[in-house]
């Protein structure tokens, strides 16, 4: 299946992609640094547009049953750490963006789609009221990322088709801890425990062990490798942050701590975003397993044998000397009847 990355970034979303077999053949983002390494990454396959979606021109590839698009629209102003900050307009902004995926989805005729977002109040209640509105084609699930594979903790809105909501819904809990992750990129352990940046109501640091799943890798500040007690060994490195979000080893990611920071805290984690792919398949083959069989073929029709086709031509001359006599004979009756009414006259 292809697949279509809006608002890619560094492509979280495209790794579980490839990671599930499938190919990233447009990723669309208008901050051009992280869209280089998307394309670097998706090569040679994958077309980078550095466009602001819902504003600049984008060539939308055309709707198939072969191709499948993603959307994640901006959620800073709608997260809960901007619940006190953010302006009105900012969050009024933000929820249109939402709706505006969705509108793209249906007027573009997309069957296999996903949005995923911050799954806070405001945006729970558009999207359900979107999928009030069209209910054949939106639904939605707020989930875990751990749940689906994720070494660290991350809840998320999707949206998609009816089908592929129900099939998540049924896969079954993949947790994975820490420790799992990073040995599954290859990293080494350097603490017992993580915490992060918050503390408890008593004044105790958030900590947990690397047998549990990480606290939410964000794009603001990283998480902290630490002792039992609660003491600070190091902050945790951007290749092992891609760790706990699942990225592979060999994901290209932007140098310097600050800019790969916000490039994993901002991507939908690759384990997630292939469970949501293998539903999308899933559905995708069962609706065609399900469409109504195109009408048979009429046979093709085998030519008249050669004394057919003299007896058509001898028919065929016969009739059209029958309809110049009929002719004649109408001409005849016109000119008596025209002679008769001249006697009468007289």
Request: proline share 8%; with cysteine.
């Amino acid at each position: 299946m292809r697949v279509i990355d809006a608002f890619c970034g560094a492509g979280g979303w495209s790794a579980g992609a490839v990671a599930a077999g499938y190919t990233p053949v447009l990723g669309i983002d208008n901050d051009a640094a992280p869209l280089k390494l998307w394309a670097a990454n998706c090569s040679p396959a994958g077309r980078a547009a550095c466009a602001t979606i819902g504003v600049d021109a984008v060539d939308w590839l055309d709707a198939a049953a072969d191709l499948h698009v993603h959307l994640s629209p901006p959620c800073t102003s709608l997260s809960k750490a901007r619940a006190g900050s953010a302006s009105a307009a900012s969050v009024a902004a933000a929820l249109d963006a939402v709706r505006w995926c969705v509108q793209l989805v249906l007027d573009k005729g997309y069957t296999s789609w996903s949005m995923e977002n911050v799954a806070t109040p405001a945006v729970v209640a558009c999207v359900a009221e979107l999928a009030r509105q069209h209910p054949d084609h939106v639904a939605h699930l707020t989930l875990d990322a751990a749940d689906y594979g994720v070494g660290s903790n991350r809840v998320r809105l999707i949206a998609s088709t009816p089908a592929v909501i129900k099939a998540l819904k049924e896969l079954p809990v993949k947790r994975v801890n820490v420790a799992d992750a990073l040995a599954a990129a290859g990293l080494p352990l350097p603490a017992e425990y993580i915490k992060s940046n918050t503390s408890n109501r008593d004044g105790t640091p958030c900590m947990r062990s690397v047998q549990q799943p990480a606290f939410t890798v964000t794009a603001s500040h990283p998480l902290i490798w630490c002792t039992r007690a609660g003491t600070t060994v190091r902050c945790l490195t951007v290749v092992e942050s891609a760790g706990l979000m699942g990225f592979p080893p060999d994901w290209a990611l932007p140098t310097g701590s600050r800019a790969g920071l916000r490039a994993v805290g901002n991507a939908v984690p690759p384990p997630l975003a292939k469970a949501v792919m293998a539903c999308a398949v899933t559905a995708a083959r069962s609706l065609l397993e399900t469409s109504p069989p195109a009408p048979p073929a009429l046979p093709a029709q085998e030519p008249a044998p050669p004394a057919l086709r003299e007896h058509e031509r001898c028919a065929s001359k016969e009739l059209a000397g029958l309809r110049r006599k009929l002719c004649q004979l109408t001409k005849r009756v016109d000119l008596l009847e025209g002679h008769e009414q001249t006697v009468l006259d007289d």
